[in-house]
């Protein structure tokens, strides 16, 4: 089992940058790609950004967030990160690490989530 704990949230204004951070432990070694995700108030979770463990492949994003989001991950420290630059209030949300471990083909370990709120 993989334990994610996301950090990082907090309240900004339109135009700000923050940075969340996912710090994975437990069986960590089966892990092969990180994601996060996003719901809002009344709308279904959906997917942000992905990054393979491995960098195996390219980085995927959701069109709502590419050219401002960024995924990076530090493998030394099992963190990954995710760069939010230009916020709109529209990126308010709680954010969700996840992760694939081997076997499963969806997300199967899941963080608690960070509120991120962006005032106009």
């Known amino acids: 089992q993989v334990q994610l704990v996301e950090s990082g949230g907090g309240l900004v204004q339109a135009g700000d940058s923050l940075r969340l951070s996912c710090a994975a432990s437990?069986?960590?070694?089966?892990?092969?790609?990180m994601g996060w995700f996003r719901q809002a108030p009344g709308k279904s979770r959906e997917f942000v950004a992905s990054?393979?463990?491995?960098?195996?492949?390219?980085?995927a994003y959701a069109d709502s967030v590419k050219g401002r989001f960024a995924i990076s991950r530090d493998n030394a420290q099992m963190t990954v990160y995710l760069q939010m630059n230009s916020l709109k209030p529209e990126d308010t949300a709680v954010y969700y690490c996840?992760?694939?471990?081997?076997?499963?083909?969806?997300?199967?370990?899941w963080g608690q989530g960070t509120q991120v709120t962006v005032s106009s």
């Open positions: 437990g069986r960590t070694f089966s892990v092969y790609v």
């Open positions: 996840a992760a694939k471990t081997s076997g499963s083909p969806s997300y199967n370990s």
């Open positions: 990054i393979s463990w491995s960098g195996d492949s390219t980085n």
